[in-house]
C-alpha cells in the first residue's frame, strides 16, 4: 500500500466510503479516477467498488437501484450526485464472468495496470497489486491480462488501449501493437451499441485526433 495524502478527492467520497466502513464493508476509488489524480488531472466521474453486494448496497443506501441483468451493478444516489458501485468480481469464469470474489481477484480482471488501481478514501491510500503506480511513472501501458487472452476475452480493450495511450501520453509497447493490429478481426462481431458506446467516449475525450491517428 502507498500512502498518498496529496490525492485530493470530494468530500462526498469519504463520507460515502465511511458508510460502507459503519457497515462492516470495504470501498475504494477504481480505476480511471485514481489514475487521473495521481497523474494530476480532474476525474470525470468517480467508480466505486467494494466487497458488498448488489443487495446490500441497495439495502445500506436505500437511494440506489440495482442494473444490469448479468453483470449487475448499483447506481447510488449520494447528495446530488449518483456514484456507479461494483461488487469485486472474480476471475473464477475468466475475465468477463460475472462472479462475485475477492479483491486479489478483482484486479486480475482489469484491463491494463495503471486502472488496476484501488484508493482508499479513510485510509488515504493506495492500493497497487499489479505496479500500476510504477508503469504511470515510466509512461507505458501494460496488460494485467495475459497477451494472448486479453482481446479474445474482449476486443474492446483494444480500441481502450488506443484511447489510453492518446489520452495520457503513456506509449503502447511493441508487443501490444503488434497484438492489437494482429487481434483487429475480432472487433468485427462487438454489436453496434458497444462500438458506438466506445465511439462517443472517443469523441468526447479531447483527443479524438490523436486516438484515431494512433
Do not use: W
Not at 469464469?93 to 481477484?105: W, Y
Not at 476475452?153 to 508487443?175: E, I, Q, W
Not at 458506438?196 to 468526447?204: D, P
Amino acid at each position: 500500500m502507498l500512502c498518498m495524502k496529496s490525492i485530493k478527492i470530494p468530500e462526498i467520497l469519504k463520507k460515502l466510503n465511511s458508510i460502507f466502513v459503519q457497515n462492516g464493508f470495504e470501498a475504494y476509488l477504481v480505476g480511471g479516477a485514481v489514475r487521473d489524480l495521481l497523474v494530476g488531472k480532474k476525474p470525470k466521474d468517480f467508480d466505486i467498488v467494494t466487497d458488498a453486494t448488489p443487495s446490500r448496497i441497495k439495502k445500506i443506501f436505500r437511494n440506489s437501484r440495482i442494473i444490469g441483468k448479468r453483470f449487475r451493478l448499483v447506481h447510488v444516489l449520494f447528495g446530488e450526485k449518483i456514484f456507479e458501485v461494483s461488487t469485486f468480481r472474480s476471475i473464477v469464469d475468466g475475465s468477463v464472468g460475472n462472479a462475485f470474489g475477492t479483491m486479489d481477484e478483482d484486479v486480475l480482471r482489469r484491463d491494463f495496470t495503471l486502472n488496476a488501481l484501488y484508493y482508499d478514501p479513510g485510509k488515504e491510500q493506495i492500493v497497487d497489486y499489479v505496479d500500476g503506480v510504477r508503469d504511470i511513472k515510466k509512461g507505458i501501458i501494460r496488460p494485467v491480462i495475459p497477451l494472448d487472452r486479453i482481446f479474445i476475452d474482449d476486443p474492446v480493450r483494444m480500441l481502450r488501449a488506443v484511447k489510453y495511450s492518446a489520452t495520457t501520453g503513456c506509449k503502447l509497447p511493441h508487443s501490444l501493437k503488434k497484438k492489437i493490429r494482429n487481434s483487429a478481426q475480432l472487433l468485427s462481431p462487438v454489436s453496434p451499441s458497444r462500438l458506438t458506446e466506445e465511439v462517443l467516449k472517443i469523441i468526447n475525450s479531447g483527443h479524438s485526433r490523436d486516438i484515431v491517428s494512433c
